[in-house]
């Protein structure tokens, strides 16, 4: 059974810095695709970035140049930095793997 457990999430000022975590267990992490998803409170939940088996990187046009995703799969994790935070990246922040698994997701809150 897959089982994702993100962490890093909290309270930043604008211009902060996150780093979320996401470790993954129960499967082979190496052969999945991993992603990034948000949820803002009256919002739909959406795609903000994305990294391949392979490691190529995608991510939303709203945070490009800020957010950069990577992947250490010796650890079985993915992270998400965050950089330059505005107060419209607060949300609940879930880890997905495979488009398939997910985890349970991280608060993260911007504002001053």
């Known amino acids: 059974q897959v089982h994702l457990v993100e962490s890093g999430g909290g309270l930043v000022q604008p211009g902060g810095s996150l780093r979320l975590s996401c470790v993954a267990s129960?499967?082979?992490?190496?052969?999945?695709?991993m992603g990034w998803y948000r949820q803002a409170p009256g919002k739909q939940r959406e795609l903000v970035a994305h990294?391949?088996?392979?490691?190529?990187?995608t991510s939303a046009p709203s945070v490009k140049g800020r957010f950069t995703i990577s992947r250490d799969n010796a650890k079985n994790t993915v992270y998400l930095q965050m950089n330059n935070l505005k107060p419209d990246d607060t949300a609940v922040y879930s880890c997905?793997?495979?488009?398939?698994?997910w985890g349970q997701g991280t608060q993260v809150t911007v504002s001053s």
């Open positions: 129960g499967s082979i992490f190496s052969i999945y695709s």
């Open positions: 990294i391949s088996s392979g490691g190529t990187t």
């Open positions: 997905n793997m495979g488009y398939s698994y």
